[in-house]
């Protein structure tokens, strides 16, 4: 039901649908047209056979400006007034809970998951919402289901990766080594174009922008969180500047994901105060309208980050 209170109110153009009308009364507060000069009254409203309010404003007062309404209905009918709401975000909720666990490898590819009667009762909910949930997960590439067979893990080459709920679903999962080893090889394919591109094309108030931004990143760099949320609008500001919005979006889509990988190489003691020049070198790049240094300076960078990933994935030796 809308929020009536302090909006105009005409009866006409208010109506609930059969499920609410033989339980749904509104009391509401009301205070005529100004140039009636009424003083507020209240009147009790009932929904009518035809799901309309009914005499809800009436004699002079009618229209009117609600100042206050209330609500009255059966609390155990109410908990039952959105279930098309309740059961989207449920199967949401399933999708998320089985994608994870794919994710993690709690089921390997060619592995099939239990039948629907059996997830059903697991994750407390109706073989509807199962079933929209597996929908959802078959759409993004992660399962398959067949008749007799039933429903199945997909290989990874079959999976959208670039679907914005599995990269979500990456870094809630945790550290993945061939997941961001993947990211950053992607990134050096797109980020030192991004930054020539930037060197070549940017305007006068992008490359302020930018600096501005390296700069924001030098002043917190003992601070973690703030200095991973800097680092990705500084990339983002660069692919800006780029002005190349298939760039840029496919770069948005990466957010996420690179956000994991910055988790992971915050890691390394000092590794932020190491990484500023690296930054700083592209942002100089930049303003000088080099396209070449920009573009070898972004590689310089992720390169380092490649390395970071791996020393702190697999046990070996960080930089000191």
């Known amino acids: ?42 009147s009790l409203s009932g929904i009518g ?7 809800a404003l009436t004699g002079p007062c009618q229209p009117g400006i609600v100042l206050m309404y209330y609500c009255m209905t059966n609390e155990a009918m109410m908990a039952k007034e959105f279930p098309a709401l309740e059961r989207a975000s449920l199967y949401k909720q399933v999708a998320r809970q089985i994608g994870l ?32 949930a597996l929908k959802t997960l078959s759409a993004k590439g992660l399962v398959e289901a067949r008749p007799k067979i039933g429903t199945r893990v997909l290989p990874r080459a079959r999976w959208n990766l670039l679907d914005p709920e599995i990269l979500a679903w990456h870094y809630e999962a945790g550290p993945d080594t061939e997941f961001l080893r993947a990211l ?12 020539r591109l930037a060197a070549e094309r940017a305007t006068e108030e992008e490359i302020r922008e930018i600096a501005h931004c390296c700069q924001e990143m030098a002043a917190v760099t003992d601070d973690a969180e703030k200095y991973i949320v800097i680092d990705l609008n500084f990339h983002l500001l ?17 957010s996420q994901a690179m956000r994991a ?12 105060r190491e990484a500023m020049p690296l930054h700083t070198n592209i942002v100089q790049a930049i303003q000088q309208r080099d396209g070449s240094a920009a573009e070898l300076a972004a590689r310089t960078l992720i390169e ?16 000191e």
């Open 1 to 42: 039901m809308d929020d009536w209170e302090g909006q105009a109110f005409n009866s006409d153009l208010i109506s609930f649908s059969p499920g609410e009308r033989s339980k749904l009364f509104v009391l509401a507060y009301h205070i005529s047209a100004p140039e009636s000069g009424m003083m507020p009254e209240k």
């Open 49 to 55: 056979k035809n799901g309309r309010v009914t005499h």
């Open 101 to 132: 666990s794919i994710i993690r490898r709690d089921y390997l590819p060619g592995e099939a998951l239990a039948s629907e009667p059996e997830l059903s009762v697991q994750l407390n909910v109706s073989r509807t919402v199962l079933r929209e």
């Open 184 to 195: 950053s090889e992607v990134r050096l394919m797109l980020e030192p174009m991004a930054a």
């Open 238 to 254: 660069i692919c800006d500047a780029a002005h190349n919005e298939l760039l840029r979006s496919i770069m948005q889509t990466l």
């Open 261 to 272: 990988s910055r988790l992971v190489t915050a890691q390394i003691p000092g590794g932020n």
């Open 304 to 319: 380092l980050t490649m390395q970071d990933i791996s020393r702190v994935l697999e046990g070996e030796p960080v930089r």
